[in-house]
């Protein structure tokens, strides 16, 4: 399994970014895949979730700013992240959920400036 995380960078406070997450190793069509971010504990914290047929979950802190795709062909995942804050700063990481794999991609860093 791997996963290789893009897309990060630098912006400011209200700009967008658009996140992307290549995959290897998983059976697209029936994984549920999400974006995690390192946050302050030992544990990543999930940020959104998508299912295999599209369906999403967000965290309450991005609902109506951030919005997850995928695309099961290309084997990739997208995390589109409009209306950033600073407190949006962080490294982003893609794994399988809930049940997420032991290999952690690089991840992308998102640095938002006030």
């Known amino acids: 399994v791997e996963f290789v995380e893009s897309g990060g960078g630098l912006v400011q406070a209200g700009e967008s970014l658009r996140l992307s997450c290549v995959v290897s190793?998983?059976?697209?069509?029936?994984?549920?895949l999400a974006w995690f971010r390192r946050g302050v504990g030992e544990e990543r914290d999930m940020v959104a979730n998508?299912?295999?047929?599209?369906?999403?979950y967000y965290i309450d802190s991005v609902k109506g700013r951030f919005t997850a795709s995928r695309d099961n062909a290309k084997k990739t995942i997208y995390l589109q992240m409009n209306s950033l804050n600073p407190e949006a700063t962080d490294l982003y990481f893609c794994?399988?959920?809930?049940?997420?794999?032991?290999?952690w991609g690089p991840g992308t860093q998102v640095t938002v400036t006030p």
């Open positions: 794994n399988a959920y809930p049940w997420p794999s032991a290999a």
């Open positions: 190793g998983i059976i697209m069509e029936i994984q549920t």
């Open positions: 998508i299912t295999a047929d599209g369906r999403t």
